[in-house]
Each structure stands twice: as structure tokens, then as C-alpha cells.
């Protein structure tokens, strides 16, 4: 059974930072690309960064230079560094998995950016 569960979102002031976290189980860690989605009522769920097994990342264009998506193994955790954080930040934020084309989601993790 193909289990997510993300960590670290809270309020955090414009230009603060935050690390989420997504603990896996359920699946061979190491071989899969992990990803970072987010979204905002009524909005559609958006890629925020995509990691490979392999350590290859990309990234959406608006958290380019600010946001780091990376990998522990061992630990079977991705995680997503956030600096400088914006108002627009703000969302839930999703962990991802791709297994044989079906999509696995955390629960999500809110994240609001306001003063």
C-alpha cells in the first residue's frame, strides 16, 4: 500500500522559509521520480518541482532560484526547501508518486505566506 504524508507547513512571513517534508512507504523509494504540486482554491493543482531517482530536478518557472527539491534514500523522504517565500506562495502542498500511470498523493500540507 502506496502511503504519503507530507510535513512542515505553517504561517511564515514574507521572505521567511520553510522545508517540507514527504515520508514514502509502500514502494521501491530509490526508483521512482517524487514531485512537489501545490494549489490554491479553485485552481488547478500545479508541478512545483520533480526530483528522478537519479537526482535530476526541475522546477516550475515561479520558485526558480528559491525553492530546492531533493532526496533522502536512506530515509525514503523527499523534501522541498522553500527561501524567500511570497504571498502567492501560498497553498497546500502535495507529495507525488507515479506508479505505473496512477498518481499517489499525500493528504497535503498547508502553507500560508502573509504578514
Known amino acids: 500500500q502506496v502511503q504519503l504524508v507530507e510535513s512542515g507547513g505553517g504561517l511564515v512571513q514574507p521572505g521567511g522559509s520553510l522545508r517540507l517534508s514527504c515520508v514514502a512507504s509502500?514502494?521501491?523509494?530509490?526508483?521512482?521520480?517524487m514531485g512537489w504540486y501545490r494549489q490554491t482554491p479553485g485552481k488547478q493543482r500545479e508541478l512545483v518541482a520533480r526530483?528522478?531517482?537519479?537526482?535530476?530536478?526541475n522546477y516550475a518557472d515561479s520558485v526558480k532560484g528559491r525553492f530546492t527539491i531533493s532526496r533522502d534514500n536512506t530515509k525514503k523522504t523527499v523534501y522541498l526547501q522553500m527561501h524567500s517565500l511570497k504571498p502567492e506562495d501560498t497553498a497546500v502542498y502535495y507529495c507525488?508518486?507515479?506508479?505505473?500511470?496512477?498518481?499517489?498523493w499525500g493528504q497535503g500540507t498547508q502553507v500560508t505566506v502573509s504578514s
Open positions: 509502500g514502494i521501491s523509494f530509490s526508483v521512482y521520480a
Open positions: 507525488n508518486v507515479n506508479l505505473a500511470r496512477l498518481d499517489y
Open positions: 526530483i528522478t531517482g537519479g537526482g535530476s530536478t
